[in-house]
C-alpha cells in the first residue's frame, strides 16, 4: 500500500512528487464522500486531533475542523487568546499538556516560522503545520494546485504567476515548492521591495509588469499584502500599489486569453483584487476552500494511518 514519506507535514519542502500525488488521489475519494449525502466516514474513529491555534484563521481552522470531523476523529480546539499561554506558558508545555490528555495528532498556526518543526522535535505526535509565519502554510498550497489540477486538468507545464506580497506569504513560498515539483513554470510579481532577494534561486522568475505577466500565464494567484507583518512602509500608498499590482475587470478583459484567478484569502477587496473579479467566472476562489476540507481529510487520513 501507498504511504507519504513523512511522518509530519511540516512543509513543501520536505515533500515528494509521489507524496503529492497520493495526497491528490486519496483527495479525490474524499472529495465524493464529501459530496454524497452522508458525508461521514469512520476512518480516524479512534484518533485524536488538537488545533492548536496560536494566531488567527477562518478558513484553515473551519476546514481542518470539518475534515476531522468527517473523518470521525475526536477534535479538540485551542485558541493562544483564551488559554494559560497568556500566562506565560510555553509551546512545548502547552503542547504536552494537550497530548498528555491522549491527543494522537496536533495541527498548528504559529506566528513564528519554523515552530512545527521545533515542536516535532520535542513531542510526540503527528505534527500538521497550518502555516508558520512567513515560512510555509503546506495545506493551503495543496489545495491551490489541487484545485488547479481539478480546473486545467494537469499542474504539469502549466503557467502560474503569484503576485503581491512574496516576501511576508508563506502560501508563496508552499506554492513555489509545490508547483516547482509537480513541473510547473512559476514566475513572481509585485512590487520590488515584496519580493525576496533570494527568489530566483528557487528556480521562479521574476516579471515586474502585471500585464505581461498575465498575459504569459494560465493561472494568476493573487495575494494580500501582510500589513500585519509589516513594521515599515514597502510601497508609498496601497492606491499606488492597486494601480501597479492589483487586478481589476478592465485589465481581466483585455488580456489575449482567459486566465485562471485564485486567492488563498482572506481578500483586500479592492486592493489587490476588484470584487468583479473575484466574484467572476474565471475565479476558482470558493473551490479552493471547497477543496480544503477534502485535501485535509487526506492529509489526516495518511499521517494517521502512520501512527504505531
Ligand atoms: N488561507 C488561509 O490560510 O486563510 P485563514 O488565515 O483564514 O486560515
Not at 26 to 49: C, G
Not at 214 to 232: F, G, H, K, T, Y
Amino acid at each position: 500500500m501507498s504511504e507519504l514519506s513523512v511522518k509530519h507535514l511540516l512543509g513543501i519542502k520536505y515533500l515528494t512528487e509521489k507524496d503529492i500525488q497520493l495526497i491528490f488521489s486519496t483527495a479525490d475519494h474524499f472529495k465524493e464522500v464529501i459530496n454524497r449525502s452522508i458525508k461521514k466516514v469512520p476512518s480516524l474513529r479512534d484518533i485524536t486531533i488538537a488545533n492548536v491555534f496560536f494566531e488567527n484563521s477562518t478558513r484553515t481552522k473551519l476546514s481542518f475542523e470539518l475534515a476531522e470531523k468527517r473523518l470521525s476523529a475526536d477534535v479538540v480546539n485551542f485558541s493562544a487568546g483564551q488559554s494559560s499561554v497568556k500566562k506565560g506558558e510555553t509551546l512545548i508545555d502547552t503542547v504536552n499538556n494537550i497530548l498528555s490528555m491522549k491527543v494522537d495528532m496536533v495541527v498548528m498556526r504559529h506566528p513564528n516560522p519554523g515552530a512545527g518543526i521545533f515542536l516535532a522535535k520535542h513531542v510526540d505526535a503527528a505534527i500538521v503545520n497550518a502555516g508558520d509565519g512567513a515560512h510555509e502554510h503546506p495545506t493551503q498550497a495543496l489545495l491551490d494546485s489541487y484545485s488547479i489540477r481539478e480546473k486545467l486538468g494537469d499542474v504539469a507545464g502549466k503557467n502560474v504567476v503569484i503576485v503581491g506580497d512574496i516576501l511576508h506569504s508563506r502560501v508563496a513560498l508552499s506554492n513555489i515548492f509545490a508547483l516547482k515539483l509537480q513541473g510547473a513554470n512559476v514566475k513572481v510579481c509585485g512590487p520590488k521591495t515584496l519580493l525576496p532577494k533570494y527568489i530566483e534561486s528557487l528556480g521562479v522568475e521574476v516579471e515586474m509588469d502585471l500585464r505581461k505577466a498575465l498575459n504569459w500565464c494560465d493561472v494568476a494567484n493573487m495575494l494580500r499584502v501582510q500589513n500585519e507583518r509589516m513594521d515599515i512602509s514597502y510601497f508609498p500608498t496601497t492606491r499606488e500599489y492597486t494601480q501597479q499590482f492589483g487586478i481589476n475587470k478592465a485589465l481581466l478583459n483585455s488580456l489575449d486569453k482567459e486566465i485562471v484567478i485564485m486567492h488563498p484569502g482572506p481578500i483586500n477587496r479592492g486592493v489587490e483584487i476588484t470584487s468583479d473579479v473575484a466574484d467572476s467566472k474565471q475565479s476558482i476562489i470558493l473551490n479552493q476552500v471547497e477543496n480544503g476540507v477534502a485535501i485535509r481529510m487526506a492529509v489526516l487520513y495518511l499521517l494517521a494511518s502512520k501512527i504505531k
